[in-house]
């Protein structure tokens, strides 16, 4: 498996523990918001204001959705003449994702506070890191964490930021940071995928020690991890290869 499949495996991973995380929130938020609409109104004079803040919610929702279509747009040559097209398609990936980060952006930049706002930033997070560009998804996911705090977003930006820097070389505050993340008792992100991402980051920082007691743990505290069988497996890798 070559450099650039092994950045595409582990994105794939972020984005798996951030559905995780954001499986686990879903339900919060919603209550949270129904006690918030339920205040607002009972302010009567205040059903203006939130009239005015919903419709900027919508604004903001709709930009994001577009920017959504733009990252699943197909991969491939234009629709034929004559055909009509299904929706946009870029030569390649990469175009595609240059495309879907500046939608990301512009969302961001013009709704900052909206909780579309933020994800659209950590969109653009992930998509610059997607494209190679750690040191700059650094600064976004900087930016949800000043934002949102201790919510979802910002903790999947702590994940992010720490993969940033691993990304970027900067292995001992990526590993202080994933250690972090990973002893919260009352985080939103699990710990296991937390760990492996550790684990992974001690293999990339020439600490094979560190690696292989991490690798075991998973193995060891969480037998029905989905990362289970890849500690294993990794785990026996990093043994063979230090004997």
């Keep these: 498996m070559n450099r650039a499949q092994r950045h595409h495996l582990k994105e794939n991973e972020l984005e798996r523990l951030a559905a995780q995380a954001r499986e686990t929130m879903e339900a919060r938020r919603r209550e949270i918001l129904a006690a918030v609409v339920a205040i607002v109104v009972l302010g009567g004079g205040a059903l203006g204001y939130y009239g005015w803040q919903q419709r900027g919610e919508g604004r903001a929702h709709a930009a994001l959705a577009e920017a959504l279509t733009i990252e699943a747009a197909r991969i491939g040559p234009p629709a034929a003449p004559g055909t009509v097209a299904p929706g946009p398609s870029f030569p390649t990936e990469r175009e595609r994702s240059q495309a879907a980060l500046e939608k990301f952006k ?45 919510g979802v977003y910002g903790q999947m930006a702590q994940l992010g930021l720490a993969e940033a820097h691993a990304r970027s070389g900067q292995y001992d505050q990526a590993i202080d940071a994933f250690k972090k993340l990973s002893a919260r008792t009352d985080g939103t992100l699990p710990v296991d995928g937390v760990l492996m991402q550790l684990a992974r980051t001690y293999v990339q920082a020439g600490k094979p020690t560190e690696a292989q007691q991490t690798f075991n743990r998973i193995v060891q505290e969480f037998p029905e991890s989905p990362f289970n069988a890849q500690a294993k497996q990794e785990g026996e890798a990093l043994k063979k290869a230090s004997t």
């Design 106 to 150: 512009a969302v961001a930049d013009q709704y900052p506070d909206s909780d579309a706002g933020i994800f659209a930033r950590y969109k653009q997070a992930t998509t610059q890191m997607l494209l190679g560009a750690p040191a700059e998804a650094a600064t976004a996911y900087q930016d949800v964490m000043q934002r949102d705090g201790d």
